[in-house]
């Protein structure tokens, strides 16, 4: 009450109370009671703001703030109970749509109070600390509507059941969902939880329990998982739609959990359709599929790569061991590469390029191609293969394309030296017979090996390409000089190796016919005239020859190995020979001399010679004639040496033998190098060192190791420690 | 919201109507209140708030309201260096009034939120209690001495140090 005269103001003493009129504080308040009741009763439309808000503010400057926040509170309570009471007729969905509508009428009478309440708002609520208006109307709407006991479980029972009925496919009212949900996350986020959320969950586990069980039983691994990405979908958009956003993840994890975690081995090991049906099948959308899925569940995806890797093993180990494939080393190869391919394709398309997926498929090829011993031969061959002719009119982007993979193989292999000594003994034959298809192919997977194992391993390869170019050029040389005098003698085309870069085995000196001879010595002359003090040895395992055969139906060009010309030439002067004599006469190795005769009598359309008996195998006492009969519809006929084979056994052997003999240095040289730099170790240490320096070329054998060991000490590059028999010293 | 061209009526509780523009009505959060939920259509009554009194506030909330957009026109050029010196000024004359109305100021100031205004007219009558005698402030405010003699004696002897003249 506000004065009117100017004098005469009355201010209260802190220490009394001077209380104004009592009846004041009453008229006001019921001032106030009856417009609440108005506002709950939709009859706002007559109510003065400013006069209820005067009255409330001075209700409260005049000390009665207490009385009117109890008023509030009473009248307040009155009206829900009023509204509780009305909703207990309801049910189902007409329940829910009360609910909501109620709520909606309260929070409109809400803000209404506040408006008028305000000053009480912001000055005897803070100061008391009291519950504000607006959380009061909220927490009077939450213990006396949706709190009494009937209605808590009729809205969650509702709610529930409304969300079965979505899931079984019924249409339900979504924004009336929205509504309620939202109310309850108003109340508060406990209130959300408690009174929804947490049942929601628990029903919805057992739901999907239900379902995942009937699924699993009815349907096929790539059709489970349909059906579980689906409801995953489902019950994000259902958050999305009337749920809070708090809940995604809770329910996403119980979908997880029962419909794929639950069953995660039963979906890969499915027979018929699990997880190594998809691979053989290349499905990559049912692959991908449960990448995505399992990706969601710990554990997971180590499954699926676990069962993945030890397939690919599997069928890697099945691919090298197979006696079938051993036959064809290209076809062997190009499985191999095959099976790469497949499986970067699955990882790509349907496992997002995974680097544990990358890894475990590199560690799977690591073991496998290293069972077959024979590996790194193979793959020199397929190389080999590849640059006489499978690389044929290929575009350049192409080639690199086959060297890369080519390379991938490589560097799995665990003895690379071994794929050294072949390349070189495949790589020599190429360059000799000139049966190279590209020489940039061939520079360009020796950079690509120079890259990945240092330059040691390509120095003696690019020898050999130089001593190509430099044997060009010598022959240019002489018959620049000698070229008259030659005159009549067959041409000679001459490369000269040397001796380090080329694996060549040294060939025991096989009579060259006369005619060839003379030609041949003055080539010598001319080189050892230009070049001091070095030696030439003629490989006659590894030349070719041109001659001219007179057959009764035509002339021929025949192409032959140098050991063929040797035998040839012997029927200019005799009609028949025995397989002993010719050996006595060429003196070729018996081995090569039988392979030799093989490839001029047993081979149809090149069968320039006769053979009595006509089986394939040579005995010392067959006969060979020369071949009058012999045609073909080529002029020129080729027989020469047959490509590089896969090796026999006991080439092989030896092989294999050499390797482990080059091994033995370059062991000696690591353990030298490492007890240089440490003085003292000990013996396992040693070995461990060493496997590490050495593992880039092969992996050492550590009783190879000790016995290396051995060998240094006696040779006194090392000691053993007296006390110690484990312990070695570095002798300077 | 309005521009500033548009005017409100209020009434105040003697029943007269005064008329004040928008940016003057914005000083008042209680009004702009009332203006934001229930529109501008109506007269706003304020029956808390005598004439005498309500005209004070009008010329306030004018004067405020001028000087804020003086401000914000030039970016402070027309107010200049010594504007908000100005304003203090010109608030110091405006309260100076009989208490009475100063009080009804307050109160006013109270009831519509004007904030600088509460805090002005607060500041002014704490002005004029600071440094007084007990009795002096007596004078002032009319107000009763209500201690027995002993209460006051008590008092005393409690709050010496306040009583000390430095």
């Known amino acids: ?732 | 919201m309005a521009s500033s061209s548009k005017t409100i009526t209020v009434v105040s509780s003697d029943g007269d109507e005064f008329e004040m523009t928008m940016k003057a009505a914005e000083q008042s959060k209680l009004i702009t209140h009332m203006l934001d939920e229930f529109g501008v259509s109506d007269k706003v009554p304020l029956y808390n708030v005598n004439s005498e009194t309500m005209a004070k506030v009008m010329e306030y909330c004018k004067k405020h309201a001028d000087h804020e957009a003086a401000k914000e026109e030039d970016g402070g050029a027309a107010i200049g260096a010594g504007g908000e010196e100005e304003l203090k000024k010109w608030d110091d004359e405006f309260l100076k009034v009989e208490n009475g109305l100063l009080f009804n100021i307050i109160l006013a100031a109270n009831y519509l939120e004007i904030k600088s205004l509460l805090d002005s007219s607060c500041q002014a009558v704490a002005d004029m209690i600071k440094g007084k005698t007990p009795e002096q402030i007596r004078e002032i405010f009319n107000i009763k001495n209500d201690f027995t003699p002993e209460e006051e004696a008590k008092l005393r002897s409690e709050n010496e140090w306040a009583f000390q003249e430095d």
């Open chain 1, 1 to 732: 009450m506000s004065a009117q005269k100017k004098r005469g103001f009355q201010i209260e003493a802190f220490k009394h109370r001077v209380v104004v009129d009592p009846k004041y504080a009453d008229k006001t308040w019921k001032v106030l009671e009856h417009a609440i009741h108005e506002i709950y009763n939709h009859n706002a439309s007559g109510l003065s703001f400013e006069e209820l808000y005067r009255n409330a503010y001075n209700m409260v400057l005049h000390k009665f703030g207490e009385k009117l926040y109890s008023g509030l509170a009473m009248t307040m309570t009155y009206h829900l109970k009023e509204i509780s009471k009305s909703l207990e007729a309801s049910q189902g969905e007409i329940f829910l749509e009360e609910v909501n509508r109620k709520w909606a009428d309260h929070n409109k009478a809400l803000q209404m109070i506040r408006d008028i309440l305000m000053y009480m708002d912001r000055t005897f609520i803070p100061s008391t600390h009291k519950t504000p208006v607006h959380e009061l109307g909220l927490n009077l709407w939450r213990d006396v509507v949706i709190h009494s006991s009937k209605a808590q479980a009729r809205l969650r029972d509702t709610l529930l059941d409304l969300i079965l009925r979505e899931r079984n496919g019924e249409v339900i009212n979504r924004g009336l969902m929205r509504n309620i949900t939202k109310m309850l996350m108003d109340l508060g986020y406990s209130v959300y939880q408690d009174d929804f959320e947490k049942h929601f969950l628990e029903v919805s586990a057992d739901f999907y329990c239900l379902e995942s069980q009937k699924f699993i039983e009815s349907c096929d691994c790539g059709d489970y998982l349909k059906k579980a990405e689906r409801r995953l979908n489902e019950e994000i958009e259902r958050v999305s739609h009337y749920l809070d956003s708090s809940s995604e993840s809770k329910i996403t994890n119980v979908v997880e959990k029962e419909m794929i975690e639950s069953h995660m081995l039963t979906l890969v090991h499915m027979e018929n359709s699990g997880l190594v049906n998809m691979l053989v099948d290349d499905k990559y959308e049912d692959l991908g599929r449960m990448y995505n899925l399992f990706h969601r569940v710990p554990a997971g995806l180590s499954i699926v790569k676990e069962v993945m890797t030890s397939y690919i093993r599997d069928t890697g180990k099945q691919l090298v061991t197979d006696p079938d494939r051993l036959r064809d080393p290209v076809d062997f190869v190009q499985r191999l590469l095959d099976l790469k391919d497949k499986y970067d394709k699955i990882i790509a398309l349907a496992f997002h390029n995974d680097k544990t997926f990358q890894n475990a498929l590199n560690s799977s090829f690591e073991y496998f191609i290293n069972l077959n011993v024979r590996s790194p031969e193979f793959i020199s061959l397929f190389v080999d293969d590849k640059l006489r002719r499978g690389l044929k009119g290929v575009g350049e982007e192409d080639v690199e394309v086959v060297l890369d993979k080519v390379m991938m193989l490589f560097r799995y292999l665990q003895e690379k030296d071994v794929f050294e000594k072949y390349y070189k003994q495949h790589l020599a034959k190429r360059l000799l017979s000139g049966k190279t298809v590209s020489d940039d192919a061939e520079r360009s997977l020796i950079v690509k090996l120079k890259t990945e194992c240092g330059y040691q391993f390509t120095s003696k390869l690019e020898g050999m390409f130089t001593d190509m170019k430099t044997s060009e050029d010598t022959i240019q040389g002489f018959y620049a000089c000698h070229g008259a005098e030659t005159g009549d003698s067959p041409t000679l085309s001459v490369h000269v190796l040397t001796t380090g870069s080329w694996p060549t085995q040294p060939s025991p000196q096989c009579n060259l016919p006369v005619e060839i001879l003379g030609v041949c010595e003055k080539f010598r002359s001319y080189y050892l005239g230009t070049h001091n003090g070095r030696r030439l040895s003629w490989q006659t395992n590894m030349g070719t020859a041109d001659l001219k055969a007179t057959f009764k139906g035509q002339k021929h060009e025949l192409n032959v190995s140098t050991y063929q010309m040797c035998v040839l030439m012997l029927f200019n002067n005799a009609d028949g020979l025995t397989c002993k004599e010719i050996e006595q006469a060429t003196r070729i190795p018996l081995s090569d001399l039988k392979r030799c005769l093989q490839s001029l009598a047993c081979v149809k359309g090149k069968n320039v010679l006769r053979k009595e008996p006509m089986s394939k195998d040579i005995a010392e006492d067959d006969a060979f004639f020369f071949n009058d009969k012999f045609t073909s519809k080529f002029i020129k006929v080729k027989i020469g040496t047959v490509v590089a084979q896969r090796e026999s056994e006991p080439e092989n052997i030896e092989t294999r033998q050499r390797v482990e003999e080059d091994r033995k240095p370059q062991i000696e040289a690591a353990i030298v190098r490492i007890m240089k730099a440490r003085r003292t170790l000990d013996h396992n240490n040693i070995v461990t060192e060493v496997t590490k320096q050495l593992q880039s070329r092969f992996l050492p054998n550590p009783v190879v190791i000790k016995k290396r060991i051995e060998s240094l000490i006696e040779r006194e590059f090392l000691e053993r420690d007296k006390l110690d028999r484990k312990l070695y010293r570095y002798l300077a």
